[in-house]
């Protein structure tokens, strides 16, 4: 039997998937969490075999759930299910350590027989964003990445550096500098394309 963990902050979607795995002779269903910080919460305490989650939770993405796991549940597999067919994504989650991005219009079966293979080891990849992901790679930093995120919130330079703890000189670098790979006109235009992207 394999033991699944759902993460979605959709309270409809999150049933709709615990019903229809939970039809399944070889899956059970341990869990379901409302946001990231539950999610993570119950992968320590319940152990599952492979973490089901959406891209944007509240209080901790999945993007970031899947990295926290990766350095504290190891043999935990992660797949990304999600509406965001963007390659940038892909890309971030892999680097994470997820071993599946499935987006949320396939069939049911699909996410069944993607938790299989991610279970026995293999990966589970939407055929339609598995090439264009090698082709549209991110011109960012992870440091210019990091700023962009800041900046999107409207916080200022100043702000910004005390967060990221560096020089205010050194934050209008990165902000110059992720501004001009992206041609864009300003850190908010700058951090609107990278979102588009998926880089953010």
């Known amino acids: 039997m394999i033991r699944v963990l759902l993460a979605e902050d959709q309270a409809l979607v999150l049933g709709a998937l615990s019903a ?20 993570l919460d119950l992968a320590l305490t ?29 043999q935990l597999r992660v797949i990304i299910v999600t509406t965001f067919a963007r390659s940038g994504y892909l890309r971030r989650a892999l680097e994470v350590g997820a071993r599946g991005y499935l987006l949320k219009d396939a069939p049911a079966a699909e996410l069944a027989g993607a938790i ?52 205010e000189g050194t934050v209008r670098n990165y902000l110059s500098e992720a501004i001009g790979k992206l041609g864009a006109g300003s850190r908010v235009e700058a951090a609107r394309a990278a979102r588009d992207k998926g880089w953010l």
């Not at 939970?22 to 999610?39: I, Y």
């Not at 293999?122 to 549209?136: K, M, T, V």
Request: proline share 5%; charged share 30%.
């Open 20 to 39: 229809l795995l939970s039809l399944e002779d070889d899956l059970e269903v341990v869990g379901g969490a409302a946001d990231g910080e539950q999610a």
């Open 116 to 167: 299989r293979r991610v279970h026995a080891g293999g990966r589970a990849i939407d055929p339609s964003l598995a090439e264009s992901a090698w082709e549209d790679v991110s011109p960012l930093t992870e440091r210019e990445r990091q700023v962009l995120v800041a900046a999107e919130t409207g916080a200022s330079t100043a702000a910004i550096a005390q967060a990221l703890r560096l020089s």
């Open 46 to 74: 319940l152990r599952p075999d492979v973490l089901v989650t959406d891209i944007e939770m509240p209080r901790l993405s999945g993007l970031d759930l899947a990295a926290k796991l990766r350095e504290r549940l190891p």
